[in-house]
């Protein structure tokens, strides 16, 4: 029994972080966070500082709560990098953060919540910040 999260270090991975801890502490279940660059790009803003993610494991260890923090390496969108872990884990529920976007955003960057939302086999959560 496993929640992932998809976690950037910005309001909507923040949110997403939270609300998997509130559903794992709920259901009793371990929480895997999964952090990434996008395609490769391990400079850009979405891929976490190790002093953020060294907190965020203190954090989780504070509560008690049987966890893992999982910064990912491998080349992939932030997307497939969720999906993999969290069919390696069997995960019960996969816990994302949304931004607002407009259509044409949507269509010409693609999107990493709309991907996860559509080809994940188990249930997701979206949480807006």
Known sequence: M???VGYVPNPQ???A???AIAEAERRGE???VVNSGVLGDYSGPSFADPKDLDALDAQLTARGLDHD???MTRGLAPADEILSVAAEVGADLIVIGVRKRSPLGKLVTGSTAQQVLLDAMCPVLA???
């Open 127 to 129: 949480v807006k910040a």
């Open 69 to 71: 923090v999982r910064q």
């Open 13 to 15: 991975g923040l949110a």
């Open 17 to 19: 972080v939270e609300a």
């Open 2 to 4: 496993t929640v992932v």
């Open 30 to 32: 371990k929480l895997v």
